[in-house]
């Protein structure tokens, strides 16, 4: 890779945007993998009603045996990054290249939008109903209500819903009349990233590549998805044998999981 070197540049940085971590509010850390990589969750059914019998020696009807379920979640995602940064490179560009400062560079371009991707994707490849349609500036409102319909028909919990969604979804709905005659976009920064309410429901707005290839948005519940970070690790080495400078590395463990029993309170909506 080129270096660039200074004749008399600007000791600032032209630093791009960053987002910061977006998917916090839908994920859980409600189970612990501190010295496993595996963790088995057992889900258990019930048993249909039977009609009371008055008469015989089974009146409450003929008992089954109770069985269970497990939902294996190991940790899948082990990644990593590596660079070096020779010290005539940093001395000869005004000191700009400095191993801290590329660091947090690496952790806020490219590991957190990587992790926040792998959770939309896990959560909308665990959705339990799905919608299908093109969404405009004339049914974004309808298209979000009937998600939200189909969610309250799998008796989803009406607490504790927050929806991720695209920019062109949120450009609808903020031009859908239906929606905007209700005077239901009061703006509140209770969870990081939330850029309005829809019926009591917290809008993320994200990057269209955040989201999976036609998702306009997802509807889900934080208690459904458990998402590790099994681990973080990073290293500054200085003057490592064979390099005049800096070697950086870097090691992430995560992951996320939808939870069998709870896919019911994750709806996608995404074009056909």
Same mark, same amino acid.
């Given at each position: 890779?080129?270096?660039?070197?200074?004749?008399?540049?600007?000791?600032?940085?032209?630093?791009?945007?960053?987002?910061?971590?977006?998917?916090?509010?839908?994920?859980?850390?409600?189970?612990?993998?501190?010295?496993v990589?595996?963790?088995?969750?057992?889900?258990?059914?019930?048993?249909?009603?039977?009609?009371?019998?008055t008469?015989?020696?089974?009146?409450y009807?003929?008992?089954?045996?109770?069985?269970?379920?497990?939902?294996?979640?190991?940790?899948?995602?082990?990644?990593s990054?590596?660079?070096?940064i020779? *010290?005539?490179?940093?001395? @000869?560009?005004?000191? +700009?290249?400095?191993?801290?400062? #590329?660091? !947090?560079?690496? =952790?806020?371009? &490219?590991?957190?939008?990587?992790?926040?991707?792998?959770?939309?994707?896990?959560?909308?490849?665990?959705?339990?109903?799905?919608?299908?349609?093109?969404?405009?500036?004339?049914?974004?409102y309808?298209?979000?209500?009937?998600?939200?319909?189909?969610?309250?028909?799998?008796?989803?919990?009406?607490?504790?819903?927050?929806c991720?969604?695209?920019p062109?979804?949120? *450009?609808?709905?903020?031009? @859908?009349?239906?929606? +905007?005659?209700?005077?239901?976009? #009061?703006? !509140?920064?209770? =969870?990081?990233? &939330?850029?309005?309410?829809?019926?009591?429901?917290?809008?993320?707005?994200v990057?269209?590549?955040?989201?999976?290839?036609?998702?306009?948005?997802?509807?889900?519940?934080?208690?459904?998805?458990?998402?590790?970070?099994k681990?973080?690790?990073?290293t500054?080495?200085?003057?490592p044998?064979?390099?005049?400078?800096w070697?950086?590395?870097g090691?992430?463990r995560?992951?996320?999981?939808?939870?069998?029993?709870?896919?019911?309170?994750?709806?996608?909506? #995404?074009?056909?």
């Open positions: 890779m080129a270096v660039n070197y200074a004749s008399k540049y600007a000791d600032k940085i032209d630093e791009r945007f960053t987002l910061g971590a977006l998917t916090g509010g839908a994920v859980n850390q409600d189970y612990d993998w501190l010295g990589e595996t963790v088995n969750v057992y889900s258990v059914p019930t048993v249909a009603m039977n009609d009371y019998a008469t015989g020696s089974n009146r009807g003929d008992p089954s045996e109770l069985d269970n379920e497990v939902q294996e979640m190991k940790v899948s995602q082990d990644r990054f590596t660079f070096t020779d *010290k005539k490179s940093r001395d @000869d560009t005004q000191m +700009t290249m400095e191993a801290g400062a #590329a660091l !947090q560079r690496q =952790i806020d371009e &490219v590991i957190i939008p990587e992790i926040d991707t792998y959770r939309l994707a896990a959560i909308c490849a665990g959705a339990g109903s799905t919608e299908t349609g093109t969404v405009d500036a004339t049914n974004a309808d298209a979000f209500l009937t998600v939200q319909a189909d969610l309250d028909e799998n008796k989803a919990p009406q607490g504790g819903r927050i991720y969604c695209s062109s979804f949120y *450009k609808a709905i903020k031009l @859908d009349d239906s929606f +905007t005659k209700m005077g239901d976009m #009061a703006t !509140q920064i209770a =969870i990081k990233g &939330v850029v309005g309410e829809i019926d009591g429901v917290p809008v993320v707005k990057p269209s590549s955040y989201l999976p290839d036609g998702v306009y948005f997802v509807i889900t519940n934080p208690a459904c998805t458990p998402a590790p970070s681990l973080t690790d990073y500054i080495h200085d003057n044998p064979g390099i005049s400078g070697l950086v590395e090691r992430v995560y992951d996320a999981f939808v939870l069998n029993s709870k896919t019911g309170a994750i709806g996608v909506y #995404a074009s056909a």
